[in-house]
């Protein structure tokens, strides 16, 4: 669990493979459009960062956090040649059971389109109690969760290629 004022988000990028010659899909969330653009640009600056050119960067947008794993699925059966999906959203708590049944769907479908997919697609989901937590976990005292999304994406792209390197 994060502590104050501990950002979670810092990397050196010689310390993540290049992701000048991958490709990156972005599915993201209109709700909660605040901390959704905001992870959003911090996945995006990271990829950029690391080497990933601009025109191999595809966003999409979909209404909300439920539907990210329809778009998720949908952007890895439209493109192929994409070495990893970021599934970008926020869900905050409210009053009723809402929130648990999103939260459980968006992490099980995510899980499954790993299970069966081949483009791995990372979870880039705030699960937060409030907005502040949401806030502080998409570019304040917490770091950019989208900075971590994208550098887990260029790692996990970089194992699909190495495992399909010892595949033959």
């Given at each position: 669990m994060?502590?104050?004022g501990n950002?979670?988000s810092?990397?050196d990028?010689k310390d993540?493979?290049s992701a000048?010659d991958m490709r ?12 959704t653009?905001?992870l959003f640009q911090?996945?995006f ?10 025109e ?5 947008n979909v209404?909300?956090?439920f ?5 998720s ?10 070495d990893?999906?970021i ?6 708590q409210?009053e009723?059971?809402?929130?648990d ?7 099980q479908g995510i ?8 483009i791995?697609v990372?979870?880039?989901?705030l699960?937060?109690n ?8 998409s570019?304040?005292e917490h ?5 971590e999304?994208?550098i887990?994406?260029i790692k996990?792209?970089q194992?699909?290629?190495?495992a399909?390197?010892?595949k033959?």
């Amino acid at each position: 669990m994060a502590t104050a004022g501990n950002n979670l988000s810092a990397y050196d990028p010689k310390d993540v493979p290049s992701a000048r010659d991958m490709r990156f899909g972005l599915v993201v969330s209109e709700w909660n459009d605040q901390i959704t653009q905001a992870l959003f640009q911090g996945a995006f600056d990271a990829l950029i960062d690391c080497g990933a050119l601009k025109e191999n960067i595809v966003r999409w947008n979909v209404p909300g956090s439920f539907e990210l794993v329809y778009g998720s699925k949908k952007m890895t059966e439209a493109f192929d040649m994409l070495d990893a999906v970021i599934a970008v959203g926020s869900v905050i708590q409210g009053e009723t059971k809402h929130f648990d049944f999103v939260c459980e769907a968006v992490s099980q479908g995510i899980k499954d389109l790993n299970v069966r997919g081949d483009i791995p697609v990372i979870f880039c989901v705030l699960t937060d109690n409030n907005i502040e937590q949401s806030l502080a976990r998409s570019g304040g005292e917490h770091g950019n969760k989208g900075t971590e999304a994208a550098i887990a994406a260029i790692k996990m792209a970089q194992l699909r290629r190495d495992a399909k390197f010892y595949k033959g």
